[in-house]
């Protein structure tokens, strides 16, 4: 598990395509069970945006937005009552055209959508793969349960929340895993659906996936290619060229627990495993049981850790360090700017560099990273 900037990372991806002619789009249909006595609304939103983009009133169960759109994108559709009460969300592609949709309260992810291709399709691809997301979503409850009781434990090394995330963590892996393979193979087998592109840019909210990205996204049509949204994933994989295997990490200069600024080549000649994290990241504070026993295990090899947080209050970031037992070196990004240079997207995040510099692993997590020291030493 990683925390990004949205919830179902690795099931969804925002697209915002580059500037081009706006279309109009009308998105209308009915929404059943609301009392009729109930002055409640629908919001219209971009998954992940903070305001909506509108809202409607219900007449007789009727509603209707209307606005213009630059192209594909992934929407929230949603009811809200007059004590601001939310229900549940419908996720789907809102795009130019005239999309129609029949839904009830209670059950509005259900809903049917027709006039949309590109829907009909992504509802396709997870009817097909129905298991794999019905055990992930069933895991990613249980895992924002322990999360919960974890925090309320104070992050505590002793907690039994943290063997519980651990073991949903493994099995989420595994169907993650599976969800991955099914995205690769839609992709190589419909090289010019617009879906495709979408299935690409989730697989590169993992990193590690760029070089991936980049062999699928060759095999695509040159008109998918050459789209707005087609544009997107090649930007976003022009930003992660210089941080593939093979490549000399970015340079750095951070401060420590001590004040004291650190450069990156100051750990040259040794391994190093730059990790991104940060006090508040549930996930981060459990992984950190298992840098810890790597670094234990091979620190006398020449395997160093350089912990990189994200932390905005440093008296957060110094208590963590301590309570979980971080006995090697960390620095803090307040600013995000080494976060940015490295494009990280979700945390925690790691890059493996041998003695050189160049980067030998991604995102080693779990026992990954000890069993792959376990081979270099």
Known sequence: MRVTLLAFAFLYSICFVKAQEKATYQLQG????????????????????????????????????????????????FYMDATGERSETLDFYLHPGKITIRAKLGQLNHADIAGSTLNTEARSFDKTHQT?????????????????????DSFRMDSPA???????????????AALQKAQVNYVQQHTDHVLSLFKLQALLKDSSNQQLVSELFGKLTPALQDSPLGQEVQEQLANLKNLKIGDIAPEFLLADTAGRQLKLTDFRGKYVLVDFWASWCVPCRVE????????DAFKANGFEVLGVSTDFALSSWKKAV?????????????????????HIKSIPSNYLLDPTGKIIGINLRGDALYETLKNIF
Not at 132 to 152: G, H, V
Not at 162 to 172: E, F, K, M, P
Not at 323 to 342: H, R
């Open 30 to 77: 009915t929404l059943f069970g609301v009392p009729k006595n109930q002055k409640g609304k629908l919001f219209l939103q971009r998954f992940g945006g903070d305001l909506p983009l509108d809202s409607a009133r219900l007449e007789q169960g009727h509603f209707r937005f209307k606005g213009t759109s630059e192209g594909p994108e992934i929407a929230n559709l």
């Open 132 to 152: 794999i997301l019905d055990s992930i979503s069933t895991l990613m409850a249980a895992y924002f349960e322990a999360e919960n009781a974890f925090s309320q």
């Open 162 to 176: 943290r063997a519980t995330i651990n073991t949903i963590d493994a099995s989420l892996n595994k169907w993650s």
């Open 288 to 295: 950190n049981e298992h840098v810890a026993k790597a670094y």
């Open 322 to 342: 301590s309570d979980d037992g971080m006995t090697w070196t960390n620095v803090v990004d307040p600013d995000g700017q080494v976060s940015a240079a490295y």
